[in-house]
């Protein structure tokens, strides 16, 4: 009986071992997908849908709140491989504007509590702005069904741009579109 548990554990660990060394190998591809991604920003004009969420301490927010702001807004979660690819580039972009009163980030997780966000930033030491929203408080206009989704918006409240899935935020032609959002 002694040998047949080892043999049990034996098969178990090296089950276990190949999952997560699969998983890696996942998780590295993605992320070398999504840094060779930049985002393909055209610039519109279109009415904003208000979006409400929470701050990680319960207090209730607004998109309109930021009126005045460029905005950039994702929608996000620690259980989507994509968003948890792209967020080193998203504190890169974050870290570039933070000190900018002009910008506003608003990274938004659905489907996640604000503890589970708050072990999230803390265990990869993310500074970014995090919210929590639930999906019944998410306008149908930002439902891609694809996640993330990154939506920006000039000072004057209008979506000026979206994108479906995982990006490199960092790149030059985000901060350039940012900035030409910022002077008009």
């Known amino acids: ?33 999504v840094s060779a991604n930049a985002p393909h920003l055209l ?18 927010r607004h998109l309109t709140d930021f009126k005045g702001k460029v905005v950039f807004l994702d929608l996000w979660g620690t259980w989507c491989i994509q968003c948890v690819a792209e967020m080193p580039t998203v504190q890169q972009l974050y870290s570039h504007y933070r000190n900018d009163p002009q910008v506003a980030f608003l990274i938004v997780s659905r489907m996640d ?3 589970a ?36 918006y000039s000072k004057d409240g209008r979506l000026a741009a979206e994108h479906a899935g995982g990006a490199d935020w960092a790149d030059g032609s985000v901060l350039k579109f940012v900035d030409d959002l910022k002077s008009r």
């Open 1 to 33: 009986m002694k040998k047949a548990w080892k043999i049990v554990a034996g098969a178990l660990f090296s089950v276990c071992l190949a999952a997560a060394i699969v998983g890696a190998v996942l998780f590295h591809l993605v992320r070398k997908r």
């Open 43 to 60: 610039m519109e004009s279109a009415p904003a849908a208000d979006l409400t969420f929470q701050t990680l301490d319960g207090q209730t």
């Open 113 to 115: 509590t604000p503890q």
């Open 117 to 152: 966000v708050k072990r999230y930033a803390h265990r990869n030491g993310y500074t970014l702005p995090f919210y929590v929203t639930r999906d019944a408080d998410v306008p149908a206009s930002m439902y891609f069904h694809q996640y993330p989704a990154t939506f920006l």
